[in-house]
């Protein structure tokens, strides 16, 4: 998924590289740039929901582990920070 991801974002990004306007070219890469935090907070919520269900009756030492990072930031995630 990631390389399919990576791939349309270059195909994108070079497309928006041939417009020739520049007003028209910087209004499509803003279009772009939208679309990507939109889909960045979207992963996010993801992410933040995924944590909150490994913590149900787990402390958040135990939660870190099984994601590979501290209690410290398990719980970060989860709260949105």
């Known amino acids: 998924m990631t390389e399919a ?3 349309a974002i270059e195909t994108e990004t070079g497309r928006l590289a041939t417009i ?4 028209e ?3 499509a890469a803003r279009e772009i740039r939208e679309a990507l935090a ?3 907070r979207a992963v996010k ?3 933040r929901a995924a944590v909150n269900d ?7 030492r135990e939660v ?3 994601l590979g990072m501290s209690g ?4 970060q995630i989860a709260r949105g920070r």
């Open 5 to 7: 991801l990576t791939s």
């Open 25 to 27: 070219r910087f209004h």
């Open 72 to 75: 410290s930031r398990a719980e």
């Open 38 to 40: 939109a889909g960045d």
């Open 20 to 23: 020739p306007d520049p007003a």
């Open 45 to 47: 919520a993801l992410e």
């Open 54 to 60: 490994l913590k149900e009756g787990r402390p958040w």
């Open 64 to 66: 870190g582990e099984a």
